[in-house]
């Protein structure tokens, strides 16, 4: 079965930084555009970046462009999010979602001084 495994998460002064890591399993991984997606306490589900099945793609939210950058080991099956400069409001839950829509548990980013 399909497994996503995010990690990385935890508290950050504003303007700090943090890489999230998400392993994956249970699909063919190198074939599968990858996303993370966020939500933040009392809201939806918020699109942040896609990249293509071999890495050379990537798109971001413009709220994250510039500040945020994903990229992928295909070789380890996993995906990254590093985040720098980050504001209060990218606290949020963080999730790896494939490109079926299958989603991992979560890592917890808090942004707070």
């Known amino acids: 079965q399909v497994q996503l495994v995010e990690s990385g998460g935890g508290l950050v002064q504003p303007g700090g930084s943090l890489t999230l890591s998400c392993v994956a399993s249970?699909?063919?991984?190198?074939?599968?555009?990858m996303s993370w997606v966020r939500q933040a306490p009392g809201k939806g589900l918020e699109w942040v970046s896609a990249?293509?099945?071999?890495?050379?793609?990537?798109t971001y939210a413009d709220s994250v462009k510039g500040r945020f950058t994903i990229f992928r080991d295909n070789a380890k099956k996993s995906l990254f999010l590093q985040m720098n400069n980050l504001k209060p409001e990218d606290t949020a839950v963080y999730y790896c979602?494939?490109?079926?829509?299958?989603r991992g548990q979560g890592t917890q980013v808090t942004v707070s001084s």
């Open positions: 979602q494939n490109g079926a829509g299958s």
């Open positions: 249970g699909f063919r991984f190198s074939d599968s555009t």
């Open positions: 990249i293509s099945s071999g890495g050379a793609g990537t």
